[in-house]
Structures are given as C-alpha cells and as structure tokens.
C-alpha cells in the first residue's frame, strides 16, 4: 500500500516528483471520453519509468496466444487495446539540452492534479537543466467530453534565468508499441505522414483486423501571453509528422503552445473519409482558444456531475475515492454505442487486453441502471444479444449443440479469446452473470420487453449449456457439475463449486419464468422466438428436474455451503495469520502453493449470497460471512466491494468500511501493487455498489426501490441521487435520519428501513 497521493475532494494530486512512483500516476491522471483516452504521460521526453498509452475505443489486435501446446478449441489470439498514435509529443531543446525530468540537474518544484470536477489534467514543475537553464513548466491538458474526437494541450514555457536558443517540437507519432505484445511486434501499418503549415497528419492501420486511425494537429504559438506568427519547420517522417518552432527566448519570457488533435477511426467514418473528419475537427477547434474549449468540456463534466456524484460530509478520503471512482467510469464509457463496452483497465494501460469480461453484467450495470438514461444500461445488454451467435460458436468449439452458448471470458467481437485454459474452458459461472443482468435489468427498470425483443434467446441458449453441463452422478442422485473454476481463481478444476452449481440453477429456473411472461404477455413473439430457437417442450422438462435434483455441497456441522467438494481438507488458516511479506501472495508464491492453500482470490461462494441475498436467512449470511471473508486475500480488485456490501447488511461497520476503503481506493493507494500498468475500472462500480447498496441500503423488494441507511461512523452525512424508473431521487442520510425527495416524475411508492412511503408526484 502507497500513501502519496494528496487527500482533496475533488483533485487527486501528486506534490513531488518520485520515479518510481511515475507509472501508477500515469494511470491514476489518466484522461477519457468514451471515444478515446490518454494515459498521463509526460508531453516532452522522459526516459523515467513510463507506460506511454494513447487509446481508442474498440480498435484491438488479435495478438497470437503465446503458450506451450495446444488442445480442441482454445483460442488462437488474445484481443488487446492498442496503443495508438502519440498525439501529446512535444519536445523541449534548450541550447542543445532536451528537456527530461529524469535527467534534470535540480528540481524546484512539482506539481500534478487531475482537477475531477472539470476533467482537466495539469501539471506545474520548475526545474533547472544540466547546462544550468531554469525553466518553469505550466501544461494543461484535456480530452473533450463535448467533442469526443478532440484533445487539447496547453503547453507554457517561462524562462527564469535563460538567455538563448529554444526549439518546441510538437508531433504526431505512430511508431508505437504495445508492452504487454507477446512476440514484440508492433500492430500497425502507417500509410500516411504529412506535414504542411495548418494541416498535419498520420494514419495508421491495425494489421489483420484493418482498423483505421487518422489524426490531424494544428499548433497555435502566444509569446507572452500574445499571437505570435513566425516561420515553422514542418516534417514529415515515415511514421511521424512534426512542426518545430526555434526561438530566443530571455530571461521572464513565457512562450505558449496551444496543440489541437483530432483522433478519428474506421469505428465511425468510412476509410477515406478519415483524414478530411481529422483535420476538419481542429481546424475548427483551432480558432478557439484553449480556455473556451475547456468551457465546453467543462459544461459536460458539470451535467454528468450533477446526476452521479455522491457527497460525504467528513471524510475527506472516502470523498476523494468515490468521485474518482464515478470520474474513472464515465470516462471509459458513456454508453453511446452499443458495440462498445467496458475494459477491466479502461483507457488506462493495456492489461486484460482491454477487452470484455464478466465484470460489466455482475458489477457495472447496476452503476449505469442508477446514474444515466436507461438506454446505457439497456445497450450494455444488447452488445451481449449481439454476440450470441459467437456465443453458440464457441460452445460448439468446446462441443455443445443444439444452440447451447458459452459466453467468453474475454473478448472483443464476442469470440473467446482468453489464453489460460482453466479459465477459458472451466470459468464458465460468467454465463450466470450475463443471465442475472437481465433479471437485474428487467426487475430495475421495469422493461419487461426485454425479454421478448432481445433477452428471452440469451436466456434459453445459457440454459441449453447448463442442461449440457451437468452430468447425472448415480451415486448421489444428483446433477453435479465437474471441472470448473468458480470466481476464486486460486482453486482450479474443481468438482461442484457451489456458486457455479447455485447459479446455474437459478438460471434455468429464470429461463422458464421468462418463457411464460412472452408467452402470457406477447404471444405472437412467443411463437416466432419458438420456432426461431427451434425450442422443443421438453427441454423445460429437464431443466426442471436438474433445478429440482441439483447438488449443492455443504457443510451441516459449520452450517455453511462449501465452495467445492472436500474444501475442508485444506488447512484453515486466516489471513490475518500470514507474514506480510508473503503478500500479495499471487507475487509471492508459486501457482502450486496458493493451489494447495485454502485462501480465496475474492468472494465465491459469498458473491451467491450477494446476487440472491433474499434466499437465505440471516444466519446463513453470517455463517458464510464468518468462515469465508477471514480466509480470503482480496487479491482481485472485484472482491473487498462485495465483502462490504454484506457485511453492511450484518451491521458489521468496522470490516464495512475496511472493505469500501480497501475497493475505493485500491488504485489510489496501489493496495495490490498492480496500479502502474493501469486502473481497475469495472471494479470501481463496486465502489459505487458498496456506498448505495451498502451503507445506503438499496434494495428492489416487491417491486419498489427501497433503502435501508447503516452509515459509519466517520461520516456526517452521504447524498445522492439516483434514477429509478421514472423518477429522479435525491436520497440525503445522516446516522439518524434520511430525506428522500422525488425530484422528477409521478408519485411513487418506496421502502424506508422496512416501511412504505408515498413520494409525491414533481411539482
């Protein structure tokens, strides 16, 4: 754990330079709109330890898979976010010295913050070269939410002792790599480079998935705080376009680069409209200077701001955390395109490929459900309905017929692309999550369409897996289910993980309610989703008789349900009792020894009581709470926000507020030391889950939205607001009080701490 980062409300601020801090601020400072994002790179040379990352939104690679052997339908690459074109390049050469932090004779001061509120990057430093130059160094920098294809820099240089030559180079670079590339290739093909006063530009394609990137720069240069025209060199490199200015710069002299960059796709333009969108964009933007495009900007952040933040009165920390956990999120994804989803690491840094896993259906969704339009929401759905072909197809791979789907792991397009076998083949429980966010979509909003419009197909083919899955044991009279990894990672090619076993159930049991809704309610639709899916009667039949006969392994001594068959052969130790120095385990130990251990990655068994909460009685939540939370490591970023949740709901407010500590400012404080190769993004939702869900209480009970307030003690206060059908909420909680006020929409009936309330209609 690391404890440098500035305590504020609304900024997250670093006050020192510290190499070997660098990459995890690059990724905490990282910018996003959605469309595109930056890592928080220096602009100028740096030859520190850094992560360069520019990103745009889904443009992959399928990096071949990188293993010893072989086996029938595992992947043949892994999908990975590319690092596209260097947009932010600007060099700095004073009297033949370039300007490198790292390489600096002294520094004087420095100062970096993400300014949350405004979306605005910035950094201050004072530092005085090897050949004694001192220069102060003021550079701004964001990327557009108004305009989602715009980045801006303002870049000022004063002189505080120097008389003599300065050179400003500010380019475009498309000679970049990735640095999680398995062979060291590099993915793109440049196909242009032009450099002309006004109009500078590069282009690139991905090879083998031919995705197109163009990006233009325009350059605006203010001496002392004035227009400045003077000659440039434009260059034009096989992968790099450049416009360099050279200067004489005195002593108090400020010189002021305004850089304008326009980053369009294939994702949205046709190929040879690329480069005319590119240079249209800044040079448009590009007659406006950088303070009225950060109005702009700033204007978007306000709206989103004014729907999602949450405030807590008298704890800075907690504050600090929540809003750049809600600041991470809505930079990575705004939910306007629905072949888009939301990448483990975001914009933020190239781990997990970038790609989609079961995180955005069991954590993400809720979080967008309650924040923005239903839409969002509804479109994180429909990328997966889009995918069921793919789905059936890699089911199929793995031998399943008659329509049986197995989502991936990991993807892109909606083919597997995971490259560990015990997870491509055996963590298959992801199929649940995707099934339980349409439950938990439709139980939300209200949409009971849904189902007939898109759900319904998902829903059967999952189930056509489960029904496959499972095999009859003679010796138990049950169905059981062998070889799989449930959400504990740190057990591999197990017999009946009980979370995998709960959920599959469930969802077979779903999947039948849902078929009678269509029917009862769209009985035209009932009949074309039969005869589409080829859907025979007697598949219910079946899968009634493994809900009614499936094995679920327990322990009636404990009174707990084990998370697999012969848990309770490993040596149960808490993880209080394990030296410091072992953790992280998962970077201490070899893979055999964590195998054979009892510790758990993150909740199992516990993310079941999580999802049904309301089929188990309190004193199973407690049994399961008591054994299961002391032996688990949290080593996943997804695992200490469910922890909190459920230990909010048993009024355990020490290990509650632990556990939101530990999830929303597992980045912010590196708790894993893993922040430097980018943010947890998908598990910042949990962050949002544990305030509103934990210490707020929020529930759906009988079809009403329903709080149940259990703040700490540490806080004055918590508000929010959230949107709940047609209502828009402001919830206000004090330790004894709350007020919840229907800002928008009818009347509505809600639960209070077991109670109903009638909310009078808007004004």
């Known amino acids: 754990m690391k404890d440098y980062i500035i305590k504020d409300e609304w900024k997250i601020i670093e006050d020192k330079y510290v190499a070997e801090h660098n990459q995890i601020t690059e990724s905490l400072l990282s910018i996003g709109n959605g469309k595109m994002g930056q890592r928080a790179n220096y602009e100028e040379q740096y030859s520190g330890p850094s992560l360069r990352g520019s990103y745009v939104a889904g443009v992959y690679y399928p990096d071949k898979t990188r293993v010893g052997w072989w086996k029938n339908g595992y992947p043949e690459y892994f999908a990975k976010v590319l690092n596209s074109c260097n947009w932010i390049g600007i060099d700095i050469t004073v009297d033949g010295e370039p300007l490198d932090i790292a390489k600096v004779k002294v520094i004087h001061e420095f100062y970096r913050e993400l300014d949350m509120k405004q979306g605005l990057l910035s950094r201050r430093m004072d530092v005085t070269l090897q050949n004694d130059a001192r220069l102060s160094i003021d550079s701004r920098r964001f990327v557009s939410m108004h305009n989602d294809e715009l980045g801006v820099i303002e870049y000022s240089i004063t002189s505080k002792n120097y008389n003599g030559p300065i050179t400003i ?50 350059n605006r240069i203010l001496w002392n705080g004035k227009p400045h025209n003077q000659s440039t060199e434009q260059i034009a490199h096989p992968k790099k376009s450049s416009e360099k200015f050279s200067h004489h710069i005195s002593e108090g002299d400020t010189i002021t680069l305004c850089k304008y960059a326009g980053i369009t796709s294939s994702m949205n333009y046709e190929v040879n409209n690329i480069k005319s969108k590119a240079l249209q964009i800044v040079n448009h933007a590009a007659n406006y200077t950088f303070d009225e495009l950060l109005a702009n900007h700033v204007r978007a952040w306000s709206d989103i701001w004014e729907m999602c933040d949450i405030k807590i009165e008298g704890d800075v920390s907690a504050q600090q955390a929540i809003r750049f956990n809600i600041f991470q999120l809505y930079q990575t994804y705004t939910g306007q395109d629905d072949r888009l989803n939301i990448g483990p690491k975001g914009f933020t840094g190239e781990k997990y490929g970038g790609s989609t896993y079961w995180d955005t259906e069991a954590y993400c969704l809720p979080f967008y459900l309650s924040t923005a339009d239903e839409t969002v929401a509804k479109n994180l759905l429909i990328y997966r309905y889009k995918h069921l072909d793919k789905a059936i197809e890699n089911a199929e791979k793995l031998g399943f017929t008659c329509g049986a789907a197995l989502y991936p792991m990991v993807t892109m397009t909606g083919e597997e692309c995971h490259n560990e076998w015990e997870i491509t083949f055996e963590e298959i429980h992801r199929n649940g999550a995707i099934a339980y966010a349409i439950y938990d979509y439709i139980r939300y909003t209200g949409d009971k369409s849904y189902l007939s419009e898109y759900g319904l197909e998902v829903l059967v083919a999952i189930s056509r897996f489960w029904a496959q899955r499972v095999n009859w044991s003679q010796r138990r009279e049950q169905y059981v289910m062998l070889g799989v990894t449930g959400p504990n990672e740190y057990e591999n090619n197990v017999n009946n993980n009980w979370y995998t076993n709960y959920i599959a159930s469930w969802c077979l049991q779903y999947t039948m309610e849902a078929i009678s809704l269509v029917k009862e309610e769209n009985i035209d639709r009932y009949h074309e989703l039969m005869k589409k899916m080829d859907f025979a009667t007697g598949e219910t039949k079946k899968w009634q008789h493994i809900v009614d006969n499936m094995y679920l392994p327990q322990d009636d001594t404990l009174g707990i349900c084990l998370q697999q068959d012969n848990f309770l052969d490993k040596e149960i130790i808490p993880v209080a009792d394990l030296d410091k120095k072992h953790r992280p385990i998962n970077q201490n130990w070899s893979w055999d020894r964590i195998l054979r251990s009892c510790f758990i990655k993150q909740a199992d068994v516990l993310q079941g009581f999580y999802f049904f909460e309301d089929h188990f009685d309190e004193d199973a939540h407690r049994k399961n709470y008591e054994f299961y939370e002391p032996i688990t490591v949290h080593e996943s970023s997804l695992s200490p926000c469910v922890h909190g949740i459920l230990a909010s709901k048993l009024d355990m407010e020490d290990k509650a507020y632990e556990m939101y500590l530990r999830t929303a400012r597992l980045d912010l404080d590196d708790y894993n030391n893993d922040t430097e190769d980018g943010c947890h993004i998908t598990s910042m939702a949990g962050t949002w889950l544990a305030i509103i869900k934990g210490f707020g209480g929020q529930r759906i009970i009988d079809d009403k939205i329903s709080f149940a307030p259990n703040l700490p003690s540490q806080w004055n206060s918590l508000s929010f607001k959230i949107k709940f059908r047609e209502n828009l909420l402001q919830v206000n909680m004090k330790m004894d009080s709350s007020e919840i006020i229907n800002l928008a929409g009818p009347q509505l009936e809600i639960i209070h701490n077991g109670n109903n309330i009638i909310l009078p209609k808007t004004a």
């Open 169 to 218: 180079d500010s380019y475009l670079d498309f000679d970049v790599v990735n640095q999680d590339s398995n062979y060291d290739e590099q993915f793109w093909n440049v196909e242009q480079s032009m450099a002309e006063t006004g109009n500078h530009y590069v282009q690139a394609s991905t090879k083998k998935t031919n995705y197109t990137v163009g990006v233009g720069m325009e």
